[in-house]
Nanobody, 121 residues
Framework: QVQLVESGGGLVQAGGSLRLSCAASGTILSINAMGWYRQAPGKQRELVAQITSGGGTNYANSIKGRFTISRDNAKNTVYLQMNSLKPEDTAVYYC???????????????WGQGTQVTVSS
C-alpha cells in the first residue's frame, strides 16, 4: 500500500506565507512526478505545480513567481512554498504522485487526503 500524508495548511492573512509538505510512504520502488493540485468551492480541481524526479518544474500561471515546488527524493517528500498569498488561493490543496510500487507492474497515481488553505483579506 501507499499513503500520501499532507501537512502545513491553515489560515493566513493576505500577503502571508505557508509551506505545505507531503510525504509518501509504503511499498514504493520509485516516484516519478509529484505535484500539488487545489480545489476551491464550486470549482474544478486544478494543477498548481508539478516537479519531475529530475527536478523539472511546471507551474500554473496564476501562482508563478509566488509559489515554489521542491522535493526531497531521499524522503519521498514534496513541498510547496507559498508566498504572497491572496484570498483567491483559498482552496483544499491535494498532493499527487506517480508511483511505482514493489512487485507491481507499471506506475499509478496516488492522492493525499487534502489540506485546507484559507487566506483572509
Amino acid at each position: 500500500q501507499v499513503q500520501l500524508v499532507e501537512s502545513g495548511g491553515g489560515l493566513v492573512q493576505a500577503g502571508g506565507s505557508l509551506r505545505l509538505s507531503c510525504a509518501a510512504s509504503g511499498t514504493i520502488l520509485s516516484i516519478n512526478a509529484m505535484g500539488w493540485y487545489r480545489q476551491a468551492p464550486g470549482k474544478q480541481r486544478e494543477l498548481v505545480a508539478q516537479i519531475t524526479s529530475g527536478g523539472g518544474t511546471n507551474y500554473a500561471n496564476s501562482i508563478k513567481g509566488r509559489f515554489t515546488i521542491s522535493r526531497d527524493n531521499a524522503k519521498n517528500t514534496v513541498y510547496l512554498q507559498m508566498n504572497s498569498l491572496k484570498p483567491e488561493d483559498t482552496a483544499v490543496y491535494y498532493c499527487n504522485a506517480d508511483i511505482r510500487r514493489l512487485f507491481v507492474s507499471g506506475s499509478y497515481d496516488y492522492w493525499g487526503q487534502g489540506t485546507q488553505v484559507t487566506v483572509s483579506s
